[in-house]
């Protein structure tokens, strides 16, 4: 059989005979990814003397057989499809057709796209789990083993002291609107933690966060004084009935928080930042203020205190130095020259 020219690659492909790993009959199959026209006739030639078994899979029957072992939540699995059927290019390929030049050439498509390096580096961990299920379940190639992770510029946060908290707050007529903005702020808890707190979470000061990130992020922390005051009424109104404690029978609609987050920061007119940013400047509140950087990382819930020192290196270079003023005015004078 002949080779052909795949125009849209600048490889050859061939045709050839196959036994189908799932019925055990002959088929035919196709092998791309060739770099000259000799090579695609001296595969096929090799073929036509030993028929290859090949599983027929595509990726996107191997992403449902991937999704069904994991197991996912229904919501997951959706999102997670969407992204690959909008950024993967090869769903409909058969496995054992794509190449790692064929990955390559994907890759290099993918970070030359205008998204964030976490979404690229998201698509790319999804994808190479599927390529990885693969591989272990159906003993099919791995091409994407070579990727690696996008690199990125860490993304800059923005702080609120209290002072600008408090501007901020005031601009938040609803008080459970006000209340979650205050727990987080004040916590350092991740907004769908908060959002997802419900009233037995709660005993006293203790308060249970059910994280869903790392095992780590499944913690009980204890509350500040003013957010115990703040719930207080709060947990008074709450029931089996009722028992989300930002929101009662059920919990807040995330877009509607934002919203209403971005409304109270122009109204205020303080720095705008994320959301997100409530978390951070809980952390780096604490740290400047000298709290020990373990039991901050242990409060937020990270998975190990690299991450924590990963993210506020530069308050502890700061921490570093009013230590040294510090230490420099306690031994002034108390050691002579020797």
Same mark, same amino acid.
């Given at each position: 059989?002949?080779?052909?020219?795949?125009?849209?690659?600048?490889?050859?492909?061939?045709?050839?005979?196959?036994?189908?790993?799932?019925?055990?009959?002959?088929?035919?199959?196709?092998?791309?990814?060739?770099?000259?026209?000799?090579?695609? $006739?001296? &595969?096929?030639?090799?073929?036509?003397?030993?028929?290859?078994?090949?599983?027929?899979?595509? &990726?996107?029957?191997?992403?449902?057989?991937?999704?069904?072992?994991?197991?996912?939540?229904?919501?997951?699995?959706?999102?997670?499809?969407? #992204?690959?059927?909008?950024?993967?290019?090869?769903?409909?390929?058969?496995?054992?057709?794509?190449? !790692?030049?064929?990955?390559?050439?994907?890759?290099?498509?993918?970070?030359?796209?205008?998204?964030?390096?976490? %979404?690229?580096?998201?698509?790319?961990?999804?994808?190479?789990?599927?390529?990885?299920?693969?591989?272990? =379940?159906?003993?099919?190639?791995?091409?994407?083993?070579?990727?690696? !992770? =996008?690199?990125? +510029?860490?993304?800059?946060?923005?702080?609120?002291?209290?002072?600008?908290?408090?501007? &901020?707050?005031?601009?938040?007529?609803?008080?459970?609107?006000?209340?979650?903005?205050?727990?987080?702020?004040?916590?350092?808890?991740? @907004?769908?933690?908060?959002?997802?707190?419900?009233?037995?979470? #709660?005993?006293?000061?203790?308060?249970?966060?059910?994280?869903?990130?790392?095992?780590?992020?499944? @913690?009980? #922390?204890?509350?500040?004084?003013?957010?115990? @005051?703040?719930?207080?009424?709060?947990?008074?109104?709450?029931?089996?009935? @009722?028992?989300?404690?930002?929101?009662?029978?059920?919990?807040?609609?995330?877009?509607?928080?934002?919203?209403?987050?971005?409304?109270?920061?122009?109204?205020?007119?303080?720095?705008?930042?994320?959301?997100?940013?409530?978390?951070?400047? =809980?952390?780096?509140?604490?740290?400047?203020?000298?709290?020990?950087?373990?039991?901050?990382?242990?409060? *937020?819930?990270?998975?190990? #205190?690299?991450?924590? *020192?990963?993210?506020?290196?530069?308050?502890?270079? +700061?921490?570093?130095?009013? %230590?040294?003023?510090?230490?420099?005015? $306690?031994?002034?004078?108390?050691?002579?020259?020797?």
């Amino acid at each position: 059989m002949p080779a052909y020219r795949d125009k849209d690659r600048g490889t050859w492909y061939v045709k050839y005979s196959v036994v189908d790993g799932s019925t055990g009959k002959r088929k035919q199959a196709l092998k791309r990814g060739f770099p000259t026209k000799r090579e695609a $006739l001296a &595969f096929e030639s090799s073929q036509r003397l030993t028929p290859t078994t090949v599983n027929p899979m595509t &990726f996107a029957q191997l992403c449902d057989s991937y999704y069904k072992y994991r197991n996912q939540k229904p919501e997951t699995k959706s999102a997670q499809l969407a #992204i690959l059927e909008t950024h993967v290019p090869f769903m409909d390929d058969r496995c054992e057709d794509l190449t !790692k030049k064929d990955l390559m050439k994907w890759y290099l498509a993918l970070d030359a796209k205008n998204l964030k390096p976490s %979404m690229k580096n998201l698509i790319l961990t999804i994808t190479k789990s599927v390529f990885k299920h693969g591989e272990d =379940f159906y003993d099919l190639p791995n091409p994407s083993r070579i990727l690696k !992770k =996008f690199k990125g +510029q860490r993304t800059e946060f923005g702080v609120w002291t209290p002072e600008e908290f408090e501007k &901020f707050i005031r601009c938040e007529d609803l008080t459970h609107y006000r209340n979650l903005f205050t727990f987080l702020y004040m916590t350092g808890c991740r @907004r769908s933690e908060a959002i997802n707190l419900r009233y037995d979470d #709660i005993d006293g000061n203790r308060c249970h966060i059910r994280g869903t990130k790392t095992a780590k992020s499944d @913690r009980y #922390i204890i509350l500040p004084d003013a957010v115990q @005051r703040i719930l207080e009424p709060v947990l008074a109104h709450c029931s089996e009935e @009722r028992p989300f404690v930002f929101g009662g029978e059920n919990p807040l609609n995330i877009g509607t928080v934002q919203g209403r987050f971005k409304r109270a920061v122009k109204k205020a007119e303080v720095t705008p930042i994320r959301i997100h940013d409530l978390r951070h400047s =809980f952390a780096s509140n604490a740290i400047a203020s000298g709290c020990n950087i373990v039991a901050v990382s242990k409060y *937020l819930g990270h998975a190990n #205190i690299n991450i924590t *020192l990963s993210v506020y290196a530069h308050l502890l270079e +700061q921490t570093e130095n009013d %230590m040294m003023q510090k230490m420099n005015k $306690l031994y002034q004078n108390r050691i002579t020259d020797l």
